[in-house]
C-alpha cells in the first residue's frame, strides 16, 4: 500500500489575507511537501483552481487558495523522488461547468501527462477512483456521514493515520501525517 496525504500543499499559506479565517477549515497538512516524503509519503494529492485576480494556476482546497509555483513544485517533488514510485495526483477544485476553467486544465494536464507520465494520476471527482489499475481511497474526508460536528469544523482533530486499516487499499489518503 502506498501512503498519501490529501491536499498535500495545504501546509502553504494562504495567497490572500482573508484565506487566514479559512484555514481551521481547510487545512489538512502542517508539514512541508519534502517532510512528507520523508516521513514515507509516496502519493501527493494536488488541488489546483484558476485565481482569476492573477490569472494563474494556484493550489486550493475549497475557497481557500494558497501560495506557491504548481509547476516549479510538481518539478521539485518528481526531481527529489526520481529514484522512488512516487505519484501526484492532480485534481481541479474549482468549476467544472465553467468552459474556459475546464478547457484550461485539460490543456494544463495534457502537457504535465505528456512530460510526467509514469507519476501523473489525474483525478477527475472527488471520489474513490481507479486508475492504472491503483485503488485510490481518501481517508480524511471531513463531509463524509461518518464525520462528527467537530470534526467538520476542526479537520485536525480527527481521524489519525493509525486508527484507520487499510490492508486491501493501493493509495491511502491522510490529513495531518
Known amino acids: 500500500m502506498i501512503i498519501g496525504t490529501n491536499n498535500s500543499m495545504t501546509y502553504l499559506k494562504p495567497k490572500y489575507w482573508w484565506g487566514y479565517f479559512l484555514l481551521p477549515f481547510f487545512r489538512c497538512q502542517r508539514k512541508s511537501w519534502y517532510k512528507q516524503y520523508l516521513t ?6 494536488i488541488k489546483v483552481k484558476f485565481d482569476y485576480l492573477d ?5 486550493a482546497n475549497g475557497p481557500l487558495l494558497l501560495r506557491g509555483d504548481v509547476f516549479e513544485i510538481i ?6 523522488s526520481c529514484n522512488d514510485n512516487t505519484y501526484i ?3 481541479y477544485a474549482g468549476d467544472f461547468r465553467n468552459k474556459y476553467e475546464k478547457e ?3 490543456n494544463i494536464c495534457n502537457a504535465l501527462k505528456d512530460r510526467y507520465k509514469n507519476v501523473l494520476l489525474v483525478k477527475v471527482n ?9 485503488r485510490i481511497i481518501n481517508y480524511s474526508n471531513k463531509y463524509s ?3 462528527k460536528l467537530y470534526e467538520k469544523i476542526f479537520p485536525f482533530l480527527y481521524r489519525k493515520k493509525d486508527e484507520i486499516s487499510t490492508e486491501h487499499e493501493d493509495i491511502a489518503l491522510y490529513d495531518f501525517i
Not at 490569472?55 to 493550489?59: Q, R
Open 145 to 147: 456521514n461518518s464525520s
Open 40 to 45: 514515507g509519503v509516496r502519493c501527493f494529492d
Open 75 to 80: 518539478q521539485s517533488i518528481i526531481e527529489k
Open 126 to 134: 472527488h471520489r474513490s477512483i481507479t486508475y492504472n489499475n491503483l
Open 104 to 106: 484550461k486544465f485539460v
Open 89 to 91: 495526483i492532480f485534481s
Open 55 to 59: 490569472n494563474i494556476i494556484t493550489f
